[in-house]
């Protein structure tokens, strides 16, 4: 439950930011009739997330996919912590530039244009979500995947609403920096379970794969798997302790 929570929060944030950001340079820049675009690129992109979401849990059932699509799904988790640690605090210009070169294109292609922009960055969010999910689903049931998505999503439009009412007071580079953390040691997970996996199906050359399926069963989903769960709660947890308390010492300082 608690990584399908970080997951949905994490990727909810990103996709309303892109929005968000999107609609406000049009608005800002005067080109209110481009909005439409965003609404409905950001519509078919979670149609489209969707349904590759159904695609993958529907054929996605046999200890060679599962290992496959945790090894990817580990790989989209990297992928986008790194993206967003580079281009975090650069995210409103680099939206603002490329919306300026989509809303330039003469006549009906700026529609189409701002449409295909807005479509392509919440897709690559959404289907990042849909088999990241799939995985979840697979390693953890389904019961504890709709209640972490449940409150992710309470949480993210909470936190959405807090940034367009108050956004000088949500400290979003902390959340990031939060769920990163969270993010890599689930990430970690999922290439142990993946091994794990792909070992039991006897696919991965060159090494004794019985002999890594039962050296990695413990690591996968005995006690320390355990303890690695326990750390995608308590390290987040104690970043977050310390975070605040240099807060307080340096408005000691002050």
């Not at 929570?5 to 009739?33: C, H, M, N, Q, S």
């Amino acid at each position: 439950m608690g990584q399908m929570f970080v997951v949905t929060l994490r990727e909810g944030i990103e996709a309303f930011l892109i929005v968000a950001i999107a609609a406000a340079y049009l608005r800002k820049t005067g080109r209110d009739p481009l909005l439409p675009a965003v609404w409905w690129g950001c519509g078919v992109a979670v149609l489209l997330s969707l349904l590759l979401g159904g695609w993958l849990a529907e054929y996605a059932v046999q200890p060679v996919w599962e290992g496959t699509l945790a090894l990817v799904a580990a790989a989209f988790i990297i992928s986008m912590v790194v993206y967003m640690q580079r281009v975090g605090k650069q995210l409103r210009s680099a939206i603002g530039g490329q919306l300026e070169s989509a809303a330039q294109q003469p006549g009906g292609g700026s529609w189409a244009a701002v449409f295909l922009f807005v479509l392509l960055m919440i897709t690559r969010e959404g289907m990042e979500m849909a088999l990241i999910t799939v995985t979840i689903a697979r390693q953890n049931g389904l019961n504890a995947l709709l209640i972490g998505a449940a409150l992710g999503g309470l949480v993210t439009a909470a936190l959405a609403w807090a940034w367009v009412r108050y956004g000088h007071r949500v400290n979003l580079a902390l959340f990031f920096q939060v769920t990163s953390i969270f993010l890599a040691i689930f990430a970690f997970q999922l290439l142990l379970y993946g091994l794990h996996e792909l070992t039991e199906a006897h696919l991965i050359p060159l090494i004794d794969n019985q002999y890594w399926h039962d050296a990695t069963e413990d690591w996968a989903e005995g006690e320390v798997g355990g303890w690695i769960t326990y750390a995608l709660v308590l390290v987040p947890i104690a970043w977050l302790v310390i975070a605040y308390l240099r807060g307080q010492k340096n408005i000691q300082a002050a």
